[in-house]
């Protein structure tokens, strides 16, 4: 038994991070649960406007999310499969529309770069916790 | 040792010999010590999924489970293949429901109108015979339904106390008077396609219930329900296959003895690496292109000696009236903030007076060999800049300068001196690398990808990766009630300091619940430490290696005795600090084993752990060494 791994950094809004929970763990079962647990806000002070997920991820799933890229000519983005998504979350019993998902998907930035260079990109920083564990 | 010898041996004479594992085995875990080993070095220990169906094969793969080598590795007497095929075979909190309320062996219906049943996503196989055993037994409830709660592909009512079923021909119910469960059977083939199922167990009163294929409907009294345990679903084929009950938490994992630790979310899964230079393409001038018109470049493989065996060197020829050539490469990373160590090998062939190198335009910092007097001169910001001769006319030049915070690219030159104007001089380079100072030195590190490098152990330790950003590993629970001594031995790179980081904690928070301990690396974003924290019934005491900002790699050990009261960190095997004060008594506890992060939600370590051991129980000056000793060869620090 194998598996393809995608490395993606994926940064979702506060607003749309419990969809964004809701469809990962839909869609890929156990290994999509607990996504997004790590908030970011501009100055690293709660509360969270973002949260951000990063790591190995399932290829095929990765395929169906955009994906931002960065060259020498700057950065291009390739568009998700937001209706191919919202019709494998209706067969596992979801309800949900493909605007709603293409509402997540538009709102997320999706890349395949290490996680403090895209927070960096867009000008985030991890929400630091508020206890210490000293 | 001659120069060859020093850069390419790395860790090549610290191979760790098998019977050296055994008897760290026997040394610290010997007398059935509860603890754990994890050693990122032995891939077997390692797979990708929870499961342990995928192994880790090579560097660059999450690792969702980790087994725990302190007990050897021992069958646990629970077969020696996974035949349960669901996910948890007991503790029914681990379960889902609509509505029912779960404890470890029990489901209760809620005094609302639905369904009440424990449930559990999974595949059954289409035209193959499965048989579904567990035990339940009444609790206010004597009847139990098994059904698939999302298909209808299969359902069975079984009434306990009458010792009947709607199924009579395919079902057995066995009473063990000892413990009052009743040992239930059902066997079936699903005439349906096989896909995403549902395994749905409910108990169900005599009177008001209406059957679908989800499963029974009826209106609970939030009290009565069934209790549940050891569920069993498999081929009907494997039904006489040892253990008729197989226990099922994570997969291969539950054939092994002792603490293995899991990630079900594929994103925090930590990573197997071995990687050193952060340069991509070191062999392959095209991926560091460029030069500006006063050399050309073409690639070869050429007669190299063994230390540079295989790889494609880049030959620059002076090609214009300037006596200065060079072969250059922008926006190549560096390490932000941290002493970058940048080396590359040069073979100067004709006409080449000099060598030079600079990490800018602007010159940041640069350097000049004279291949006649055999000067090194070194100019612009502080740093410094080494060669060492290698054998067949071969230099390894290694250039050390502080990158500013900001700084996160800088170019990367290397440039000959002609000894006079359009004579075709020439030199050969290869073999670029960049990483922080202090890993200096290891060898030299091919690097084709982010994947593809080279990985071999004899030269480059292995370790597994934390991002620091949502990074984890667990092993749910580790009994430590026995004891109120403890031992933690990890060989850790510490990368950064800019936020704190859990290596390793029992419980949820070694502060501040009773019975935990916890090694923090930092303890927080103010302090450049790492800490050992040890709380008793009442009191939590922290002693602290201070002074050690990122990166840093060293072994660091926690020892802790309660009753002493004693608590001390070392580091490299020497002590770093020492707390006496109470901890108010008490045992540890069972609880929860974090590495990574604390509880897996929060606290994450953006480091890199090569080695961790924790012995429930006090070590002697022994087996403090052993365990150091051992760690240092796996991370590659050299202990006094």
Redesign the interface.
């Given at each position: 038994?194998?598996?393809t791994?995608a490395f993606?950094t994926?940064i979702v809004p506060a607003a749309q991070v419990e969809l964004a929970r809701t469809l990962a763990a839909t869609l890929?079962?156990?290994?999509?649960?607990?996504?997004w647990?790590?908030g970011a806000s501009a100055m690293g002070e709660a509360p969270a406007t973002h949260f951000?997920?990063?790591?190995?991820?399932?290829a095929d799933f990765a395929a169906l999310l955009p994906l931002t890229t960065v060259g020498?000519d700057g950065a291009a983005t390739a568009p998700g499969a937001p209706d191919v998504l919202a019709a494998l979350a209706s067969q596992?019993?979801l309800s949900v529309t493909a605007a709603q998902v293409a509402a997540v998907l538009d709102a997320a930035d999706v890349t395949d770069l290490?996680?403090?260079?895209a927070l960096d990109m867009v000008g985030l920083r991890?929400v630091?916790?508020e206890?210490?564990?000293? | 040792m001659s120069a060859r010898n020093l850069a390419g041996s790395g860790l090549g004479g610290r191979k760790i010999p098998q019977g050296m594992l055994d008897s760290m085995l026997a040394v610290l875990f010997g007398a059935g010590e509860q603890g754990v080993w994890y050693d990122p070095s032995d891939m077997a220990t390692m797979f990708?999924?929870?499961a342990g169906?995928?192994p880790v094969t090579g560097v660059e793969?999450?690792v969702g489970l980790l087994l725990d080598k302190s007990k050897g590795l021992a069958n646990a007497g629970n077969g020696d293949r996974v035949i349960n095929q669901i996910?948890y075979s007991e503790d029914i909190r681990m379960w889902g429901s609509t509505n029912g309320t779960r404890t470890v062996d029990s489901i209760i219906a809620r005094n609302v109108t639905g369904y009440h049943g424990a449930t559990q996503?999974m595949a059954f196989q289409k035209d193959v015979k499965t048989r579904i055993s567990f035990e339940a037994k009444p609790l206010g409830f004597s009847k139990v339904y098994v059904a698939d709660g999302?298909n209808g592909r299969f359902s069975v009512a079984i009434d306990l106390l009458a010792g009947t079923s709607n199924k009579p021909d395919d079902t057995t119910i066995t009473l063990d008077p000892v413990t009052g469960y009743y040992y239930c059977t059902f066997d079936f083939t699903t005439p349906v396609a096989s896909g995403?199922g549902q395994i749905g167990i409910s108990g169900f009163p005599d009177t008001g219930a209406t059957f679908s294929i989800y499963g029974v409907q009826f209106t609970g009294d939030g009290v009565s329900g069934i209790n549940l345990r050891k569920v069993d679903v498999r081929l009907f084929a494997d039904k006489d296959v040892f253990p008729v009950y197989q226990k099922k938490t994570t997969g291969l994992a539950d054939l092994y003895l002792g603490n293995h630790a899991i990630q079900?979310?594929?994103?925090?899964?930590p990573?197997l690496s071995a990687r050193v230079n952060q340069l991509v393409g070191s062999e392959q001038w095209n991926k560091l292109p460029a030069t500006d018109g006063s050399s050309s470049v073409t690639q070869e493989l050429t007669d190299l000696p063994p230390f540079l065996a295989g790889a494609t060197v880049a030959r620059v020829t002076q090609s214009g009236a300037a006596t200065s050539f060079y072969q250059y490469a922008t926006?190549q990373p560096v390490i932000q903030g941290a002493i970058n160590a940048r080396s590359f090998f040069v073979k100067p062939l004709a006409g080449c007076a000099a060598l030079r190198g600079s990490t800018s335009t602007g010159d940041p910092f640069y350097f000049f060999y004279d291949l006649t007097t055999k000067v090194m001169t070194v100019g612009g910001n502080a740093g410094s800049a080494t060669v060492v001769e290698m054998e067949a006319g071969w230099l390894r030049f290694t250039v050390t300068e502080k990158v500013a915070s900001t700084v996160?690219s800088r170019i990367f030159s290397v440039a000959g001196t002609a000894t006079g104007a359009s004579i075709g001089a020439v030199f050969l380079s290869v073999g670029y690398d960049c990483r922080p100072a202090d890993q200096s030195g290891l060898p030299y590190q091919r690097v084709n990808t982010a994947t593809d490098y080279d990985a071999d152990p004899a030269r480059f330790p292995a370790y597994l990766k934390f991002?620091?950003?949502?990074?984890a590993i667990a092993v749910r629970t580790i009994d430590f009630t026995g004891t109120d001594k403890v031992s933690a031995f990890a060989g850790v790179r510490k990368v950064s300091d800019a936020?704190?980081g859990?290596l390793v904690?029992l419980g949820t928070?070694?502060?501040g619940q009773p019975g935990c301990f916890?090694i923090?690396a930092p303890?927080?974003?103010t302090?450049p430490a790492i800490?050992w924290?040890v709380r008793g019934a009442t009191t939590a005491q922290?002693a602290a290696i201070n002074a050690l900002p990122a990166p840093a790699t060293l072994v660091v050990t926690g020892l802790a005795d309660i009753a002493a009261p004693i608590s001390l960190i070392r580091r490299n095997g020497v002590v770093a600090a020492t707390r006496s004060a109470t901890f108010g008594g008490g045992n540890f506890s069972a609880a929860a084993l974090n590495i990574g992060a604390?509880n897996?939600?929060?606290?994450?370590l953006n480091s890199q752990i090569y080695g961790l051991i924790i012995r429930g129980a006090a070590s002697t000056p022994a087996q403090v060494a052993a365990a150091e000793h051992y760690l240092s060869l796996k991370t590659g620090v050299r202990l006094p």
């Open positions: 038994m194998t598996i791994w993606r994926m890929t079962g156990d290994a999509g649960d607990g996504m647990t790590t951000i997920s990063t790591g190995m991820i399932d020498e596992v019993g290490e996680p403090f260079t991890i630091q916790d206890a210490t564990p000293v | 990708q999924d929870t169906t995928i793969q999450p996910q996503s999302s995403v079900i979310t594929a994103a925090k899964r990573v926006a996160a991002d620091g950003v949502d990074d936020a704190a859990i904690e928070n070694a502060n916890g923090f303890p927080s974003v302090t800490q924290t922290s604390r897996e939600t929060s606290v994450y």
